[in-house]
């Protein structure tokens, strides 16, 4: 609550018969010419001015903000909401129960652990894909669901009951993104504060790297680790420096046969090749009023793959259109309106009053020059050219398949012909006979894609690609046309509007003709919830080494994410995902090749079962209307039959069951007291892992089906837990003893103190042997020493996994360095109490020698108790054969805030005290 209004910014906004209290941003000189992000973030610092944390002098820096300097001005930033998915979700909910506890430990009150921001859980991780390709693909998938997480669900409702301000959306609604914008984003709050109702913009932090499709309502919002997540629901302000803003100016229309996906994926590449890690990017120009509000979502989507904090659209008639359609109250958008406008928050270049905002940057991509694209085998940035696509696949092949042999002449491959690629790859194509577990015969062959499913929030929210898909599938059931035995389909939407369009339209039966049937309400496939290949195609891979591929709508493509049994990954619209369900294969030419023939034996192309915009938007028209969202979201937090009928524990506090495998009381505060103990030195180090070039948190953090012969898996089987009950270490992320089990373990990550060897393994120095992580980590802890992780650049791209940072805080690493850090990750480190170092410029593990069989000394770091964080710290690498390589290591906390949390061991126990003794 502000206690102080140095600028004198209070007043009153009349909207109809309403009235509300606002904070002017026309009484701070200076932010008439700020880009709309910083408007944003300067209303919250004014109104949220308190002369102690939050103060004048913060809403001068950024009323006075330089587009050219370098960020080195920190700002608290309080976000209006906290939105969260159930896989990050369920460990914040644990942790909020333990920190309840530990309150009433130190003598204190646990009900004043509460979110003191709004907080909503949408329960969408959870859903596999066991069942596909059938009409009850859904009621299986959700069945099995329940059974699998029906511990975690009793806790989510118990949670849900013991907090106040703390909603969920249950399971088979929709996924958390499409959700926020199609229902959960008020683009302006209120809220009562003294008897008084106040408006504000809305602005939120999400457990899920992608709440940045958020941003294409004109919500500044961006995904955080769930620690940090837990700090804001408590009212602790996110410490952030002010960014820079890179304006993105659009021109132009998208042409003919392209799509948003297509758009997306062009930005992701320029974005990438720009760089914009740390940075805000703002959407500008007269192109930006052409760009319908799902494809700014969608674009605003991708901003973890192109590296921005945020990608934001301001507020304009568009987005008042969308609310519209989408349910909202009149009131509520004619507020949105009146105070965009008051605040200079609303986008009209043509307006006379209009200031064209300065920026630190500026790029510009003329829409017309899109064209079709995908992007793999394993990064969101890697885009093709369709045209191109089965070259592309040529090049890259070798790198996954060992027996095939790379002779194709890499200037032909460079040149991307358009036709009579090598297909071959100067070698018969070796191909291996199946009979599936349904009786179907069939061949197995490099590039045969196993997988093609329509799924993640990216692209299920944008109708414009969910209706080209199925008028896709349309045209090609009437030609005849059919999917490929061996390939796995599937359609997740994003919610159940999406559903209620299809059967208006009448699109069903023509995508479950495809195999396309509805399989579920959830992120599936893009999170590595595919579910298991057929038995005898997964045999028919693992024993011939076969390099099958999958192809999803998703925004993540990342090596061993999607499924174990597929190698490359691409990414595709939701039309394309149909076409090479069709095709089979990535050999394959669209412009070129014919996916099949009519009657007559004449050639069917892609061109002849493709979509015009007109039909798109036509079928889109006659098929979406307001009252299919107010239907859909009358009652959200109410739930199926399942759902209600669930037996929901009662109290302040959580009764822990010592035999859950799922939900068990963490180690954090164990031994905590008031006060913090100095922070300390790092002596004789030993090194977990040494890792390469980007390394994500995929790769780090627990992800997918748990190995029978892995860690966690013995941990289960040891506890009486079935190996069919397994589940996957998302499902489990309640339970620390499974996650710090799983972490490093990913099936394709490479540990460079071991030769040739994938997965969750490293050099155990204290037995002089290979050794899993875990195992490994246990040795050292018994004997106290503690550990450290090198790594490359980009260390920790990729989604905002908390676990990534918990788990490496809990098997003993104390710092982690690198050439260089994705911004969640990094932050996370540190809210974990783990130091993030990065090598001295120009500097990385090759260029000083560095092999990870020596032991670590990092001094210096006691400074950090006197007050004052360092620059560097001095590292000193000690080899076996007492040769010692020594440098200068940067210091990777960033703010001031950042130091406290490192000194208290982690931001919850920062937070913790500070309750405590206030």
């Known amino acids: 609550m502000s206690s102080v209004d140095t600028f004198g910014s209070k007043g009153n906004l009349e909207v109809g018969e309403n009235s509300y209290e606002i904070f002017r941003l026309s009484a701070v000189e200076g932010t008439e010419r700020l880009p709309y992000s910083l408007k944003v973030l300067a209303e919250n610092l004014l109104r949220t001015e308190d002369g102690a944390n939050i103060t004048a002098d913060h809403v001068r820096a950024i009323a006075a903000w330089d587009p050219d300097a370098q960020p080195d001005t920190e700002i608290q930033f309080t976000p209006a909401r906290v939105i969260m998915q159930d896989f990050t979700g369920v460990?914040?909910?644990v942790d909020l129960a333990t920190m309840r506890e530990a309150v009433a430990d130190l003598g204190g009150d646990p009900e004043r652990i509460n979110p003191l921001a709004p907080a909503e859980m949408v329960i969408d991780h959870s859903v596999q894909i066991d069942v596909a390709g059938r009409a009850d693909a859904f009621e299986r998938n959700v069945e099995i669901e329940y059974q699998r997480n029906h511990e975690r669900y009793q806790f989510l409702r118990w949670g849900q009951?013991?907090?106040?301000?703390?909603k969920v959306v249950p399971p088979g609604t929709g996924i958390v993104h499409q959700v926020n914008i199609e229902y959960l984003a008020r683009t302006v709050m209120t809220r009562e504060v003294d008897g008084v109702l106040r408006a504000y913009p809305d602005t939120c932090v999400g457990t899920d790297s992608h709440t940045t499709m958020v941003n294409g309502l004109g919500v500044l919002g961006w995904g955080v680790g769930g620690i940090e997540a837990e700090a804001a629901m408590l009212g602790q302000p996110v410490s952030m420096l002010i960014p820079r803003v890179v304006g993105f100016k659009l021109t132009g229309e998208i042409p003919a046969g392209v799509t948003a996906t297509d758009v997306v994926l062009t930005i992701t590449e320029m974005l990438r090749q720009h760089g914009v890690v740390g940075k805000f990017v703002e959407f500008y120009g007269d192109g930006v009023a052409s760009v319908p509000l799902a494809n700014r979502a969608t674009i605003g989507n991708m901003s973890p793959e192109f590296g921005s904090t945020a990608a934001i659209f301001p507020i304009d008639d568009v987005t008042l259109e969308y609310l519209r359609l989408t349910g909202r109250s009149e009131d509520q958008v004619a507020l949105v309106e009146a105070y965009s406008k008051e605040q200079g928050l609303w986008l009209d270049p043509s307006a006379e009053s209009y200031v064209q905002p300065k920026f630190s940057e500026y790029i510009e991509l003329d829409l017309g020059s899109v064209v079709p694209s995908i992007a793999g085998p394993k990064r969101p940035q890697d885009r093709i050219q369709l045209s191109h696509a089965k070259s592309a696949f040529a090049r890259d092949l070798p790198n996954y398949a060992s027996d095939v042999i790379d002779s194709v002449d890499q200037a032909e491959l460079e040149s991307?012909?358009?036709?009579?690629?090598?297909?071959?790859?100067?070698?018969a194509r070796r191909e291996v006979a199946v009979t599936d577990s349904n009786g179907k015969e069939f061949n197995l062959f490099h590039g045969a894609v196993a997988i093609a499913s329509i799924t993640s929030c990216t692209n299920t929210s944008n109708p414009s690609v969910m209706m080209a898909a199925a008028l896709v599938a349309?045209?090609?059931?009437?030609?005849?046309?059919?999917?490929?035995?061996w390939v796995k389909t599937s359609m997740a939407p994003g919610s159940q509007v999406v559903t209620n369009y299809y059967e208006k339209a009448g699109m069903w039966p023509y995508l479950e003709k495809l195999g396309f049937h509805l399989v579920g309400y959830g992120c599936a496939t893009c999170i590595g919830n595919s579910g298991p290949l057929d038995e005898k195609v997964s045999e028919a891979v693992q024993e011939n080494d076969l390099a099958v591929v999958s192809v999803l709508s998703g925004n993540r493509n990342f090596e061993g994410r999607i499924n174990p049994d597929v190698k490359m990954n691409y990414l595709a619209s939701p039309p394309l995902v149909i076409a090479y369900a069709l095709a089979g294969t990535m050999e394959f030419d669209f412009d070129h090749d014919p996916l099949g023939r009519d009657e007559n034996g004449e050639p069917i192309f892609l061109k002849d079962i493709w979509p015009t915009a007109e039909e798109v938007e036509q079928t889109i028209a006659g098929s979406i209307d307001r009252a299919m969202f107010e239907s859909d979201y009358a009652d959200v937090f109410t739930g199926d039959e399942r759902w209600r009928s669930l037996e929901t524990p009662e109290g302040s506090t959580f009764e822990w069951d010592s035999e859950s495998t799922y939900v068990r009381k963490p180690p954090y505060f164990e031994g905590m007291g008031t006060t913090p103990e100095p922070v300390s030195d790092i002596s004789g180090a030993r090194v977990l892992a040494k890792l390469g070039d980007s390394v994500t948190t995929d790769h780090i953090s627990p992800a997918g089906a748990i190995k029978t012969d892995s860690p966690a898996g013995v941990y289960l089987a040891e506890n009486g837990i079935a190996r069919k009950d397994f589940n996957s270490y998302g499902s489990r992320?309640?339970?620390h003893e499974v996650m710090i089990r799983g972490t490093f373990a990913n099936i394709r990550l490479r540990n460079q103190l071991l030769d040739d060897?994938?997965?969750g393994y490293t050099f155990n120095f204290v037995k002089g042997e290979q050794d899993t992580i875990y195992d490994a980590a246990q040795d050292y802890a018994a004997q106290g020493t503690p550990?450290?992780?090198?790594?490359?650049?980009?260390?920790?791209?990729g989604s905002s996994r908390d676990w990534a940072a918990k788990g490496t805080a809990l098997l003993?690493?104390?710092a982690v360095i690198t050439e260089s850090f994705e911004r969640i990750h990094r932050s996370n480190l540190i809210g974990m109490g783990v130091l993030p170092l990065q090598f001295p410029a120009g500097e990385s593990v090759e260029s000083l020698g560095l092999d990870g069989t020596e032991t670590f000394d990092i001094a210096g770091v006691t400074a950090l108790n006197e007050g004052r964080t360092p620059s560097t710290l001095a590292v000193t690498a000690t080899k076996e054969s007492g040769e010692t390589v020594t440098f200068d290591a940067v210091v990777r906390i960033d703010t001031p805030g950042e130091a406290d949390y490192y000194r208290n061991g982690g931001i919850l126990q920062y937070v913790l005290r500070s309750l405590v003794n206030a």
Do not use: I, M, W
């Open 91 to 93: 460990p914040c909910v």
């Open 161 to 166: 009951t013991a907090f106040d301000d703390f």
């Open 416 to 427: 991307f012909p358009a036709s009579d690629s090598p297909s071959t790859h100067a070698q």
């Open 474 to 485: 349309k045209k090609a059931v009437e030609k005849g046309l059919t999917a490929k035995p």
């Open 733 to 735: 992320r309640g339970n």
């Open 757 to 759: 060897v994938e997965g």
């Open 787 to 797: 550990l450290v992780v090198l790594g490359g650049k980009e260390y920790g791209s």
């Open 812 to 814: 003993g690493v104390k």
